[in-house]
Nanobody, 125 residues
């Protein structure tokens, strides 16, 4: 499967942004899709994931109810709605996918074998 992330841009602190991750290829419903991010000078961290099939959602601790992940299997797209954005949310956001990923590994980037190119979100004061 190939992934393409989009929706990044410049947003003021407290504002909102919706990212999209579009997939091509077969079997999208069988993939857990996640968002990771990498801030300048830092390692990549888990943001959120939506499981294959039933669509169970997972979030990183820092999200604290501000982000919502969802998927539209007909459109082969996963969305990340980000609200109440903070300066520290500035990062390149990557979407990633893994087929039939076990629940224990949804936040572990090494288990994702398909990655999009990343989209930059810049939060300004």
């Amino acid at each position: 499967v190939q992934l393409q992330a989009c929706g990044g841009g410049l947003v003021q602190a407290g504002g909102s942004r919706r990212l999209s991750c579009s997939a091509s290829g077969r079997g999208f419903i069988n993939y857990t899709v996640a968002w990771f991010r990498q801030a300048p000078g830092k390692g990549r961290e888990f943001v959120s994931a939506v499981k294959y099939g039933v669509g169970t959602t997972y979030y990183g601790d820092f999200v604290k109810g501000r982000f919502t992940i969802s998927r539209d299997n007909d459109k082969k797209t996963v969305y990340l709605q980000m609200n109440s954005l903070q300066l520290e949310d500035t990062a390149v956001y990557y979407c990633a996918a893994a087929s039939f990923l076990h629940d224990d590994y949804y936040s572990v980037e090494q288990y994702y074998n398909f990655w999009g190119q990343g989209t930059l979100v810049t939060v300004s004061s």
